[in-house]
């Protein structure tokens, strides 16, 4: 009997021991600082997106100051809303991020009846990496100079003015919604696939106005091939002090787009606030800034209350106008 317990005791011994290691082994495999592996940067758009060109931008600085490998997976379909919910499934242990913009956070909830995600409670806004401007346009073709000038027509004479956008339910035609709302006047809208088919037709003059990102309508701006009568911006470009804004004339009217890095719900804050700091200093590097420059992207380096506070005034602001627009979901 003395023999059989030594021989039971050696043997729980052994598994005493190898349950200790075993756990000494979980415990320092957990104590790893983050990042210990590769993270995944969702891009809910193809490549050459705004997204797109932004991710790839920053993810080298991320790689040498995280010392981790950065993947970009693009995920195009159904307006981001693909890419979105891959994002909204994922585990939230930031190593799975994503590329969101106002787009498909904001306006594509509002245009279609059915969405998988909910914006606000299946992400955690990390970093608003940036936000561009619209510039409204017109066919040299047309007598309109001015901002006023445009809208006094379109007063005058309902439903002439016709204004080409992207689609109906896109983001461009509820910019032209809100400016139509805050200007008070009718227009015709003549929605296509693509803004460059929008601009063809401007070009030969069957359609008159349109409003599109200023990146879009700058090369045209400067070949003299469009108009330019203002920007949505808050204040005047220093690319271009000559042109006014529209709120000059419109006061308070501002749109444009935005993009920022987001992830799971239920990341923890430390993650999300060491990933707002690399992303803001990956944003601050030269090569970084001249190549956004060149964009017309403004640059954001705020904390993520920022992007969150954003996020929450965009959906309220552009149901308003959805609502004020009698739009019906897709």
């Not at 419109?250 to 804050?269: C, D, Q, R, Y």
Request: charged residues 20%.
């Amino acid at each position: 009997m003395r023999r059989v317990f030594r021989h039971v005791s050696r043997s729980v011994t052994l598994a005493l021991l190898g349950a200790s290691l075993s756990f000494s082994l979980v415990g320092s495999v957990q104590a790893q600082p983050y990042p210990n592996k590769p993270i995944r940067i969702i891009v809910p758009a193809g490549s050459g997106d705004s997204c797109d060109i932004l991710s790839r931008l920053v993810a080298p600085k991320l790689t040498e100051r995280l010392g981790q490998a950065i993947v970009i997976d693009n995920r195009a379909g159904s307006a981001g809303q693909l890419g979105l919910t891959l994002i909204k499934q994922a585990a939230p242990d930031g190593y799975t991020l994503g590329c969101g913009q106002g787009g498909n956070m904001v306006i594509v909830p509002l245009a279609y009846a059915k969405v998988a995600y909910d914006s606000r409670k299946d992400f955690t806004p990390v970093a608003m990496m940036a936000s561009n401007f619209l510039g409204l346009v017109v066919s040299p073709k047309t007598p309109f100079k001015t901002v006023q000038e445009l809208i006094d027509y379109g007063r005058a004479n309902p439903g002439k003015l016709t204004f080409g956008t992207n689609g109906e339910g896109a983001f461009l035609h509820f910019a032209t919604e809100q400016f139509r709302l805050m200007a008070g006047f009718e227009y015709m809208h003549v929605p296509y696939r693509a803004m460059s088919d929008v601009f063809t037709q401007m070009l030969g003059g069957e359609i008159q106005a349109s409003m599109g990102s200023f990146i879009s309508v700058q090369p045209l701006v400067d070949s003299g091939k469009l108009r330019l009568l203002g920007i949505a911006r808050a204040t005047r470009s220093p690319d271009y002090p000559n042109v006014p804004t529209i709120s000059e004339t419109l006061p308070g009217f501002t749109s444009g787009g935005w993009f920022g890095m987001i992830a799971p719900t239920g990341v923890p804050k430390e993650i999300v606030a060491l990933l707002n700091k690399e992303i803001n200093w990956a944003l601050q590097q030269p090569d970084v800034r001249e190549r956004m420059k060149k964009l017309g992207l403004d640059i954001h380096t705020e904390p993520p209350e920022f992007f969150t506070e954003l996020l929450t005034r965009d959906v309220a602001n552009w149901g308003k106008v959805v609502k004020a627009m009698n739009f019906k979901p897709l």
